[in-house]
């Protein structure tokens, strides 16, 4: 009697789950079927201002498939890059376009990324069409977005806040002494600036990792600091004064003073202008359209039945496959191997944006790009970062382009082996023993620390992955691998200062990689095509990979800035083998 219980129950459970799921697969649907109902209803008119709030996690690309966007009822805009950069070219062109209304206070995203929005909007104020910007409180990112437009507004009791950058890291050492946890390092002699395992050992930034990172934040700052000067006409000094006492956060008449601000309005008054602007009555409704609309509706920017493919490689990189905001090694080569096997495809671009991984999957990556470049122009866009396996996948390519304040480089290599002995023993009073066939049989094993042996075979093993990446640099970049290890050693390098040390060829966005492709491949017409493929809505349901995506992405919502504490424990979790990895996030 208890099994037949035990089994109806189970049979019970089984199908309300199945039912369960129907009932989400029905109601997905009648959704979907609103939604794009209303999407093919969606028109441009004349006198329409394209509208652009950048208040989320911007990715590279629009997931059109993704949970997100399918129960989208209130129609939050959540355009990727590609269509953000894509709208503003468009919207240039577009007789119904009247001009683009910035709705800023953050921006879910790096200043590299920042930048090439920016210079796409420079590029569109050549239209003659205006762009304006309205905010209750920028932040300095924001603030360097609204820096191009025809006009800045801020709420009358609103806030600017420029202050300058920085980049912060947590460090665990302690804890780990608490915790009686040991983490065995092992990273070539020489790699001092590979400085993503010190939070392990140390309770501070090193020596070296600090003139890295002060070089660093000092080219990135230079840059965004002398385009807002350029854009407004202030000073450069002005402006760091400024940041140095905080007197914008707090004090908006100066922000007026200084030029920062145009003039302190409320939002019944911008409406008031954007009638003016696009010549509408003011008891009439505004013509709006959110970026994530226009991608659906606007001109074709490109016509052609040759290709140039896309692929695009964000997050971090591992073993086997990955998803939007992760790079698997499986899932991208399959990707590049697809594009170049299409004989439509004339050329690849790559847009990277990755603080790197795991070595071998970047190896398995990089193979792949490497057979693509033979047969094909293959182009590299570097992103907000494309570094230490980021720039190992793509050191191969024809040309590289980046961004100036595109974080590369970080040639290096670590290993990082935890030895719970302590832990398990004196903290939770469990202990191991063991039988084994062979002297090393127990490699491996977190409940002890490794044999002198197996250090030195992991020591010699690290040593020659890095090798390995510095001939592969000297060799695809045409440089003495003396030169490469000197720039080598985990140093983090800006787009600007990359250009100079021979590791990337040109500065310039996403829009001059395709450029330099289709010239390269001899194409004056082509579309566009997007890879790797983005998987069906309800397809990603059933995948374990989709859990962990919006498990992340509820996170980093919920947490906002203090999200970096949680993705650094996070990318501690992941590490596992011989990683190339970045060692720190920029916050401005």
């Known amino acids: 009697m208890k099994s037949f219980f035990k089994t109806f129950f189970a049979s019970f459970l089984g199908s309300a789950l199945l039912l369960l799921v129907v009932i989400i697969f029905i109601f997905g649907s009648l959704i979907a079927s609103i939604a794009k109902s ?320 795991s070595a071998v999957a970047s190896e398995v990556i990089r193979r792949e790009v490497e057979l693509a470049a033979k047969e094909k122009p293959f182009v590299v866009s570097m992103g907000n970062y494309a570094a230490s396996g980021g720039y190992w996948i793509s050191s191969t390519a024809d040309y590289i382009f980046a961004d100036p304040n595109t974080l590369t480089g970080s040639i290096g290599v670590f290993g990082t082996f935890p030895n719970l002995e302590g832990f398990f023993n004196d903290k939770v009073g469990l202990t191991f023993d063991e039988v084994k066939t062979n002297k090393n049989a127990d490699f491996g094993s977190i409940t002890k620390p490794l044999t002198p042996y197996q250090m030195t075979m992991l020591q010699k093993n690290v040593t020659n992955t890095y090798d390995e990446f510095i001939t592969l640099v000297a060799e695809t970049r045409g440089l003495r691998k003396t030169f490469v290890d000197s720039i080598g050693q985990g140093r983090v390098w800006s787009g600007t200062d990359a250009i100079e040390i021979g590791l990337v060829d040109e500065l310039g966005g996403i829009d001059k990689a395709i450029a330099y492709a289709a010239e390269k491949s001899g194409l004056t017409s082509y579309s566009i095509k997007e890879y790797p493929k983005q998987i069906d809505a309800f397809e990603s349901l059933f995948k374990t990979e989709t859990q962990d995506y919006y498990t992340k992405a509820i996170m980093k919502k919920k947490l906002g800035s203090y999200y970096q504490y949680f993705e650094a424990i996070e990318t501690l979790n992941n590490l596992d083998g011989v990683q190339a990895l970045m060692p720190f996030v920029i916050y401005n």
């Open 38 to 357: 209303s999407e093919t209803n969606v028109t441009i008119k004349p006198k329409t201002v394209l509208y652009m709030n950048l208040n989320y996690d911007i990715p590279e690309r629009t997931n059109n498939n993704s949970l997100e966007m399918y129960f989208n009822i209130n129609k939050i805009d959540m355009a990727g890059m590609n269509d953000i950069l894509n709208n503003i070219d468009a919207a240039a062109t577009d007789p119904n376009i009247e001009g683009i209304f910035l709705d800023l206070s953050t921006i879910g995203t790096s200043s590299a990324n920042i930048e090439e929005i920016r210079n796409r909007l420079i590029s569109f104020k050549e239209s003659g069409k205006f762009i304006i910007s309205y905010s209750e409180a920028y932040t300095q990112s924001a603030y360097y977005l609204a820096s191009v437009s025809d006009k800045i507004y801020m709420f009358p009791d609103g806030i600017l806040d420029i202050h300058g950058m920085a980049s912060q890291s947590m460090f665990y050492k302690h804890l780990f002494e608490k915790l009686d946890i040991e983490m065995q390092i092992i990273r070539p002699a020489n790699n001092k600036f590979k400085s993503a395992v010190e939070p392990y050992f140390l309770d501070k930034m090193s020596e070296a990792n600090k003139e890295q990172t002060s070089v660093l934040l000092n080219s990135v700052w230079n840059k965004i600091s002398n385009d807002i000067s350029a854009s407004r006409n202030i000073d450069v000094n002005t402006i760091n004064k400024l940041a140095d006492d905080m007197t914008l956060m707090f004090d908006t008449q100066a922000a007026i003073d200084y030029g920062f601000i145009d003039e302190l309005i409320y939002k019944d008054q911008l409406l008031a202008k954007l009638h003016k602007l696009t010549n509408t009555a003011d008891n009439k409704k505004l013509n709006i359209i959110k970026n994530t609309q226009y991608a659906k509706v606007r001109p074709e920017l490109m016509k052609g039945e040759d290709i140039i493919a896309i692929v695009y490689a964000s997050g971090q990189i591992i073993d086997g496959k990955g998803d939007e905001s992760t790079i698997g090694s499986t899932t991208l080569s399959e990707a590049i191997r697809k594009a170049r096997t299409d004989k439509k495809v004339k050329a690849i671009v790559m847009r990277v944006n990755s603080p790197g991984g």
